[in-house]
């Protein structure tokens, strides 16, 4: 009962903020525009991992200021601290021929 819950409120909180949950590993609001491609911005030196978790292992590395290129969606994983917030939004990057997971919370990806 108590995960129907979270489940609707979840779909519910997609409505309203206008995304689409897909299902899956690791889970994905796709936004509108899914198909663009973005360019996402560290705002800190982030690493890049193989999926939606801080114990994920590392593959490269996203300095300060340096861009990767982002499909323009939001994914959901384990919880981390970083930059100063508390979330389980991750951000999928591709740098160098690398493609991987960043903490959402230390990247900038204008929509």
Same mark, same amino acid.
């Given at each position: 009962m108590h995960a129907r819950r979270i489940l609707g409120a979840s779909l519910a909180a997609a409505a309203l903020a206008g995304t689409t949950l897909v299902a899956g590993t690791p @889970?994905?609001?796709?936004?509108?525009?899914? @198909?663009?491609?973005?360019? @996402?911005? @560290?705002?800190?030196?982030?690493?890049? $991992?193989? $999926?939606t978790s801080t114990s994920g292992t590392a593959l490269a590395q996203l300095n300060k200021g340096q861009t990767a290129s982002s499909p323009c969606q939001m994914y959901y994983g384990g919880s981390y601290t970083a930059c100063g917030i508390t979330s389980t939004r991750w951000v999928k990057v591709t740098k160098s021929g690398v493609t991987g997971y960043v903490v959402g919370t230390c990247v900038l990806q204008p929509a």
């Open positions: @889970a994905v609001a796709a936004t509108n525009a899914s @198909a663009a491609s973005c360019t @996402a911005k @560290a705002l800190e030196t982030v690493i890049i $991992r193989d $999926r």
